[in-house]
T-cell receptor, first 112, second 114 residues
Framework: RKEVEQDPGPFNVPEGATVAFNCTYS??????FFWYRQDCRKEPKLLMS???SGNEDGRFTAQLNRASQYISLLIRDSKLSDSATYLCVVTLYGGSQGNLIFGKGTKLSVKP | SQTIHQWPATLVQPVGSPLSLECTVE??????LYWYRQAAGRGLQLLFYSVGIGQISSEVPQNLSASRPQDRQFILSSKKLLLSDSGFYLC?????????????FGQGTRLTVV
């Protein structure tokens, strides 16, 4: 089982739609969780951290379920500019990959 | 504030030539440093990470090597490039061990081996 798994998509949605991405992680000792956004041919950039209580930043809502080892990202009222690949990231203190484990990303395409 | 610099942005190299990519971080001490490669349409592949000067861990066997001659400098090298080394190379840093925080990426180097 891969350490961090995401549905690769692509998710093709119309403007204004609500879209949700899911991510599962295998190591219950994982400590911190993030969503990154990567535009085509650019570096990944931090979108938001994910807290146990859930957190919201404008149209974006992130949720963490430690019991199910599951992270989600909800985007409301999708914009054309939301088109990108969304990477789920888990940190694991003392893990074999330093402390960062990336999912392979979910591609979102928002159409007019 | 912390910044990360990576250069060059684009590179075209012939097969068999050497490679040296450099990454420097400013505004922090003893960061964890990472080199990733991303092939076209693929996910991030961790190549090397370092928790301190001279401490390098390799994740994938290959003809690449990494060095950390200074606390905030991370270098990716190859003696002889292969066609399969083409890709988007990304340097990243995160807070030192004991502090779990997010990673920050440089702007990347797009390498084409011809």
């Amino acid at each position: 089982r891969k350490e961090v798994e995401q549905d690769p998509g692509p998710f093709n949605v119309p403007e204004g739609a609500t879209v949700a991405f899911n991510c599962t992680y295998s190591n219950s000792a994982s400590q911190s969780f993030f969503w990154y956004r990567q535009d085509c041919r650019k570096e990944p950039k931090l979108l938001m951290s994910v807290y146990s209580s859930g957190n919201e930043d404008g149209r974006f809502t992130a949720q963490l379920n430690r019991a199910s080892q599951y992270i989600s990202l909800l985007i409301r009222d999708s914009k054309l500019s939301d088109s990108a690949t969304y990477l789920c990231v888990v940190t694991l203190y003392g893990g074999s990959q330093g402390n960062l484990i990336f999912g392979k990303g979910t591609k979102l395409s928002v159409k007019p | 504030s912390q910044t990360i610099h990576q250069w060059p942005a684009t590179l075209v190299q012939p097969v068999g030539s050497p490679l040296s990519l450099e990454c420097t971080v400013e505004g922090t001490s003893n960061p964890n440093l990472y080199w990733y490669r991303q092939a076209a349409g693929r996910g991030l592949q961790l190549l090397f990470y370092s928790v301190g000067i001279g401490q390098i861990s390799s994740e994938v066997p290959q003809n690449l090597s990494a060095s950390r001659p200074q606390d905030r400098q991370f270098i990716l090298s190859s003696k002889k490039l292969l066609l399969s080394d083409s890709g988007f190379y990304l340097c990243a840093w995160s807070a030192p061990r004991g502090r779990i925080t997010e990673a920050f990426f440089g702007q990347g180097t797009r390498l084409t081996v011809v």
